[in-house]
């Protein structure tokens, strides 16, 4: 009798992986080497943020919203403290308005440099990651220049900010500017958009599709990737960006097509760099004079707020796209009766795992780290053999040598090894 045999193999990544940064799993199914189903299972983490927050009064729930992530910091208490804004009818300064828009683009440079970084070392190109990583310093050093932290610059207040923008300021940030475009962005785009080996690699890799992004609601430049024009900044006017030129960079504008693969992805986060750079300049020519907060004391929040009632719901284009924060308030709390946000990964992963079915293994890594997911990380992923049950734990380094046996397999030249990267991983 013969009978066909399928002997199937199911990898499941995490909760706890390197190639994770915060705790999920992929149940990934293989047929040999190619994909056939990805299974995103979540709530391994749950730390009880909302939770506590409904126990701190209005300006202690700014440090906790800065603390949700270290990469995007001021996104988080920017987008809460608009979603209170809204939510008690106060009116911030155009002057903070500016400054809020330049911070987060501040911001938003560093986040896609960093995620450059990360996918150039995840195919083998470990020079790139030190060059995008180097080049990131130089906006960390202004991002602490005007907060006073590399992390958590605790630039937002409710009813405006607690920093303003000085001359000296000013000029650093300018030749920041000039620096990235003179010395930085050349090699970027070299890299990025015109290596051979680079397109190779990721061109038609983890392809979403336009309807498929349409279909899980994916964010940011996962979205762009694939031909949404979708930008909270643009589509909502938001502050102030309605008056310095935002709009929603696709992959069209530079290679003249869109596919929705990771190289689309790519390409969008080097053209945001180039926005982000002008939008900072247009900002710094046109801020107003005036005062930066709509409160000169804090009690004085907590003594309006104590009042207020109704709800109000906080977007912003945070870098891996938009985020959201909605508040309730009743009369005679300190703090909202209910909290809740939601970000831009929770739809981007189950976007991705759809795209990965029919990929290879070797690209599990790379395609993760094209949608820049906030995630936490650590060093194992045990691979069981659906058929003997045996098991073997791959650490980081083992998935990554399969990515970069890829990428040798387009370009022999390439003399990366598979190492973990400042002890963050993937």
Wanted: charged share 30%.
């Amino acid at each position: 009798m013969n009978e066909k045999v399928e002997y199937w193999v199911k990898i499941p990544i995490g909760p706890i992986h390197p190639a994770l940064e915060e705790p999920e799993k992929f149940i990934i199914t293989l047929d040999g080497e190619r994909i056939i189903n990805v299974d995103v299972k979540l709530g391994y983490n749950l730390r009880g943020v909302e939770w506590i927050g409904l126990r701190r009064n209005y300006i202690h729930i700014l440090y906790l919203a800065e603390r949700m992530c270290g990469i995007c910091s001021f996104s988080h208490n920017h987008t809460y403290a608009r979603a209170v804004e809204e939510m008690a009818g106060i009116e911030v300064p155009e002057r903070a308005e500016y400054i809020r828009v330049i911070v987060g683009e501040l911001e938003r440079i560093h986040s896609h440099l960093l995620n450059l970084g990360v996918v150039a070392h995840s195919i083998g190109y470990d020079t790139v990651l030190h060059l995008s990583w180097l080049a990131r310093e130089k906006v960390m050093d202004i991002l602490e220049f005007i907060g006073g932290n590399r992390v958590n610059y605790s630039i937002n207040m409710i009813g405006g900010v607690r920093r303003d923008i000085t001359e000296k300021h000013r000029r650093a940030i300018l030749d920041m500017i000039y620096y990235y475009r003179q010395e930085v962005m050349p090699k970027i785009e070299e890299i990025f958009l015109y290596d051979p080996t680079v397109e190779a690699r990721l061109r038609d890799s983890t392809v979403i599709p336009k309807r498929i992004a349409i279909e899980y609601s994916a964010q940011g430049p996962t979205a762009r990737g694939s031909g949404i024009m979708k930008d909270v900044r643009y589509n909502e006017k938001l502050g102030v960006y309605p008056d310095l030129g935002v709009k929603p960079v696709t992959p069209k504008e530079f290679t003249g097509v869109i596919k929705g693969d990771v190289f689309d992805r790519m390409v969008v986060r080097v053209g945001e760099l180039w926005q982000s750079m002008e939008i900072i300049e247009r900002a710094l020519d046109q801020m107003p004079e005036g005062k930066i907060k709509a409160f000169p004391k804090d009690n004085m929040i907590i003594f309006k707020l104590k009042k207020a009632e109704g709800e109000g719901i906080g977007r912003y284009e945070a870098p891996r796209g938009e985020l959201i924060h909605y508040v309730r308030a009743e009369p005679g709390r300190d703090g909202p009766a209910k909290w809740k946000m939601r970000e831009p990964t929770f739809p981007n992963l189950f976007a991705v795992a759809r795209a990965l079915v029919g990929e290879q293994l070797a690209d599990v890594p790379v395609a993760i780290a094209s949608i820049d997911p906030c995630l936490s990380c650590t060093d194992r992923v045990a691979v069981i053999d659906a058929n003997t049950g045996k098991k073997k734990v791959l650490t980081e380094v083992d998935l990554l040598k399969e990515s970069i046996k890829k990428t040798k397999e387009i370009n022999p030249n390439i003399k990366a090894k598979p190492e973990r990267v400042g002890g963050v991983g993937l």
